[in-house]
């Protein structure tokens, strides 16, 4: 793995604008930036990379079958107890999953370590399936890359064979909060690959979603919603004003109820407990785990749930050297490990290996000089050149 100098395309923005990835540059300041790469050997790409996400797919699967009957579990992600047998019967269907984001550091001499996964609400689709493709076309007709490079990507036509193996009759909603510009582009952009998959679809702002009188949900000119995806996470849902109405509804949900045990950081002590030493794993506890002190004064403490890096912090010599502020800082959290520092030209990548339903489908990186990946990091395309 190396992190090499690349020339920009001179008409990246103009493409940014073209292909509606409106968040390329938001406010003028960089977050796709093509001014250097990522390149991998397709050994790292398959037998580190490919094959932790693999291990942790088949962990979390694992996990979810012993949990979801696990009150003490269900009770720490202050899940109410009127939803527990609708989350079981969710999984006992089989309820489908469309995709995930696992979080890794590498290339610091060792395996893939994993920092988190992101089950449920997982962004960055579009640049990982889409822009950084183009980006690799055009850096091989320009001759900045050889004629064999090639991309751990297969997110683009897994994704639509996925919306095909689900289809269904009617139309199929997709939700997001249409205000947070990435999110609405996320859900645009899937919805393009349900429709070429065959699914009708319509888009719906979360706030547009109501409750009537025999405790159907609906859109805003009252019809049933019969199924849905929701880029909104699942602890949001749950505490909305219709969130108790969740288990008793026919709509179908994607990501499915199930999603719930795995759209958490306390599902880090878990795979631990599950699965110590594990290669791919960092060692994590609860925080008010006596065992949590085993780490001693290094380590990096989570929310059990945040988003981009809010309210992490990270503790060396037992002193904080970093503590992003957010939303968060009331809620339990975990503690786990500092990984490796993976170091490339003064940038820390974190690799976003991406699943479709359970198949490992390409990879996405962020790179930021601080120690917390956080909203405004940036992504930086990659190339198989070995």
């Known amino acids: 793995m190396q992190r090499i100098a690349m020339a920009e395309r001179p008409n990246w923005r103009d493409l940014a604008t073209e292909f509606g990835f409106d968040y390329a540059h938001p406010d003028g300041q960089r977050y796709w930036d093509e001014r250097a790469a990522y ?10 990379l490919e094959a932790a996400t693999s291990e942790m797919v088949g ?35 089989s309820d489908p999953s469309l995709y995930g984001r696992f979080d890794f550091v590498y290339g610091a001499g060792g395996p893939a370590k994993l920092l988190e996964f992101n089950a449920d609400t997982p962004t960055a689709l579009y640049e990982a399936a889409v822009f950084q493709w183009y980006w690799l076309e055009d850096r091989i007709k320009a001759g900045a890359l050889p ?27 997709l939700t997001a909060f249409s205000a947070e510009t990435e999110d609405r582009k996320t859900v645009e952009y899937l919805a393009e690959l349900a429709q070429e998959a065959g699914q009708p679809v319509e888009l719906l702002d ?12 609906v859109d805003e000119k009252n019809r049933t919603i019969h199924a849905i995806f929701k880029l909104y996470p699942w602890e949001w849902l749950l505490a909305e004003q219709f969130g108790e109405a969740l288990p ?47 780490l001693g ?19 060396k010599g037992g002193v904080t050297v970093a503590a992003p502020e957010g939303p968060y800082d009331t809620l339990p959290r975990v503690v786990q490990a500092v990984a490796p520092d993976a170091v490339f030209e003064g940038m820390r990548p974190v690799i976003g290996s991406w699943i479709v339903d359970t198949e490992p489908a390409g990879i996405g990186i962020r790179e ?9 990091s940036c992504f930086v395309p990659h190339a198989i050149v070995g």
Not at 298 to 314: L, Q, T
């Open 39 to 48: 390149t991998f050997t397709l050994r790292e790409i398959e037998d580190d």
């Open 59 to 93: 962990l979390c699967g694992e996990f979810v079958g012993k949990a979801i009957r696990d009150g003490a579990y269900l009770k720490r992600l202050g899940i109410p107890e009127t939803h527990w047998e609708w989350i079981a019967e969710s999984w006992d269907r």
């Open 147 to 173: 004629e064999g490079a090639d991309q751990f990507n297969s997110l683009h036509d897994k994704l639509i064979a996925r919306f095909a193996a689900m289809k269904r009759q009617g139309t199929m909603y």
């Open 206 to 217: 979360i706030s547009d979603i109501g409750l009537d009188g025999n405790g159907r949900f």
């Open 248 to 294: 008793n509804a026919s709509t179908i949900w994607i990501e499915p109820p199930w999603k719930m045990l795995l759209s958490t950081k306390a599902l880090l002590p878990e795979l631990w407990k599950l699965a110590p030493n594990h290669p791919n794993l960092l060692e994590s506890y609860y925080e008010d785990d006596p065992a949590a002190r085993n």
């Open 297 to 315: 004064r290094d380590y990096v403490a989570k929310p059990i749930f945040s988003r981009e890096g809010a309210n992490v912090e990270i503790r």
């Open 368 to 376: 930021d000089k601080g120690l917390v990946t956080g909203n405004r």
